[in-house]
C-alpha cells in the first residue's frame, strides 16, 4: 500500500495507476520475487474498493530429473526453496550453490513448469551425476623404507546418502599403516 501513488478517496486515474502497478512489479523483482506480478486490477462499483490481484509465484512442488545414484532427500535436504514458499531467485541461487557443491554433480540447472492454480509453479531440478568414486595403488622403493605398496578406497556418496568413506592402507619392508574415515553431514538433523 506504501507504494500506491492512489489514494482512498480520490478519482481513479488510470496512468497513476499504471505507474502503481510498475512500482509494486519493480519491488517484488527488486526483492527477488521474479515470477511476482499484478496481473488484474478491478474496482466495486457499489463499494468504490480498488482490488490489485497479485500473483506472487508459489512453489507448488520440487521435483528433480538425472539423480540415479543420489537420494532425492541429499539433494532437497540442501534447498530453503520448499513447496508452499515464494520462489525468490537469491534465495534459489543459494540452494543451487548448494547442492552443486556436494561434489557429486556437474550440472544442476533450475526449470519452470506451469503450476495446477496458474499462480503456481513446479521448480524441475534437472541434475547431471558426476563420478564421486576413487581408487588409487601404487607402490615404490625408498633406502630407508625398502619396498612398499599402498592402496586406497574414497567413496564420497555411499549408497548415494552423502556418506563419505575412506579406506587407506599402505605396507612395506619396514612399515605398515591402515586408515579408515567415515564422514556424515548430516549426523543429526541440522548440517555439522
Known sequence: LSLLATKKGEILN???????????NSKYKKDGYILA???DV??????????????????????????????????????KTKPGSVLNEETLKKD???????GFFS???????????KEAVILQLKIKETRSSTINFG???GEREGW???????????????QGILI????????????????NPWFMPERL
Open 37 to 39: 506480478r499484478v496481473v
Open 14 to 24: 488510470f496512468k497513476k495507476m499504471q505507474e502503481d502497478i510498475e512500482r509494486i
Open 148 to 162: 612398499f605398496g599402498f592402496v586406497d578406497l574414497s567413496i564420497n556418496n555411499l549408497m548415494g546418502t552423502a
Open 96 to 102: 543451487l550453490r548448494r547442492v552443486f557443491n556436494l
Open 107 to 117: 550440472e544442476v540447472t533450475p526449470n519452470f513448469e506451469p503450476g495446477t492454480p
Open 42 to 79: 478491478d474496482t466495486d462499483r457499489k463499494t468504490g474498493v480498488l482490488h490489485l490481484e497479485i500473483v506472487e509465484g508459489v512453489v507448488e512442488s520440487i521435483s528433480l530429473e538425472g539423480n540415479e545414484a543420489t537420494q532425492d532427500y541429499v539433494i532437497l535436504r540442501e534447498l
Open 168 to 183: 587407506r592402507g599402505q605396507s612395506g619392508q619396514q612399515f605398515s599403516t591402515y586408515q579408515l574415515k567415515y564422514n
Open 139 to 141: 607402490g615404490g622403493y
